[in-house]
């Protein structure tokens, strides 16, 4: 049986070490971590899309930036809300609102 035209929510496979399977009921995707690295995925906490990396295959069940707990995630995090809220940074000056600028 063919896997499913979708964007595939991967998950490490337990019964062979360093591949991955779509968790999706209906689908058969199943591949290995080489060819998995850079392909797009769905977060497994959120739902969002997002590209895997060498990071994601470490997990068991691959995560968003948004979703992660490390210090990576965290930074990114951070910048994603600064961006949210028009925040600049400029060198020597701090933080300042847009609003504030001259």
Avoid at 29 to 43: A, G
Avoid at 63 to 88: H, P, V
Wanted: charged share 30%.
């Amino acid at each position: 049986m063919p896997s499913l035209k979708h964007i595939h929510t991967y998950a490490q496979y337990k019964g062979r070490k360093g591949y991955f399977k779509c968790i999706h009921p209906e689908c058969t995707h199943f591949t290995s971590r080489e060819l998995v690295l850079e392909k797009k995925s769905c977060c497994t906490s959120c739902g969002g899309e997002f590209i895997l990396d060498y990071e994601n295959t470490q997990m068991v069940r691959p995560r968003c930036l948004m979703c992660r707990d490390t210090k990576k995630a965290k930074a990114f995090q951070i910048g994603k809300r600064l961006l949210a809220k028009e925040i600049s940074f400029t060198v020597g000056e701090g933080l300042i609102e847009k609003g504030e600028q001259e």
